[in-house]
């Protein structure tokens, strides 16, 4: 490809090129050519780069204005971005945080498996899915679900993990709660079944009686 063309004039001092000068001016054109593909690389990287940015950025926005808690952390899975509903419901900072500071603010009876499970993850690149409490700030738990998806760039390899916890505290007492309703239910059942049983025994035994007396001399 033709970046431009380069031409010997005579200079201002008089001097005159001659074939002599040829292989130091190819050479010249040479490096301004060299210099004219790295300044367009620079600038298309730089446009490229400015571009990533923005649509990150585009994206954190959006993250940040979920209604469930969210965040984001990199291959290994250290995170370094939360939105602000966690903020709102954890009462931390990002200082506290990033990385693995999320430990602080689960329950110690469910870390260890929550930890195995995301490590696991990261690992194989496998989307992660498990219930756990999360302690808020006011010190009380809740339930959530929390899903965590790979987002992977052109080639395949994990660039991000974004990951969110969706409260599902009243889904789990009306589901506890209706479990215990059907518990009772079914105890109730068992017991008019056997009301029932004691009922026909009864019945039949009042019948026995009547039959014997009414045989009795």
């Not at 001092?13 to 301004?32: K, N």
């Not at 009243?170 to 709660?177: E, F, H, K, N, V």
């Amino acid at each position: 490809m033709v970046l431009g063309t380069l031409t010997l004039v005579q200079a201002e001092s008089g001097r005159r090129y001659s074939q002599d000068d040829v292989p130091f001016a190819e050479e010249f054109a040479r490096l301004a050519a060299i210099a004219v593909d790295n300044a367009r690389l620079f600038e298309n990287e730089s446009e490229a780069r400015a571009r990533a940015e923005a649509s990150e950025q585009s994206f954190r926005t959006f993250v940040d204005n979920l209604p469930e808690l969210a965040w984001m952390a990199l291959p290994d899975g250290y995170i370094d971005f939360y939105n602000r509903r966690w903020y709102a419901f954890t009462g931390t900072t990002l200082e506290e945080m990033q990385g693995w500071g999320w430990e602080k603010v689960h329950d110690p009876a469910y870390l260890p498996q929550v930890t195995e499970r995301w490590k696991h993850s990261i690992a194989t690149g496998e989307p992660f899915e498990m219930e756990f409490p999360l302690i808020g700030a006011n010190g009380e738990p809740r339930w959530f679900l929390t899903r965590v998806n790979p987002l992977r760039g052109a080639s395949g390899t994990i660039e991000r993990w974004f990951g969110t916890n969706t409260d599902i505290t009243d889904i789990r007492s009306a589901r506890a709660l209706a479990e215990e309703m059907a518990l009772q239910s079914e105890e109730a059942a068992a017991q008019l079944l056997e009301l029932r049983a004691q009922k026909d025994r009864a019945e039949r035994r009042v019948a026995e009686l009547e039959a014997r007396i009414k045989t009795e001399p």
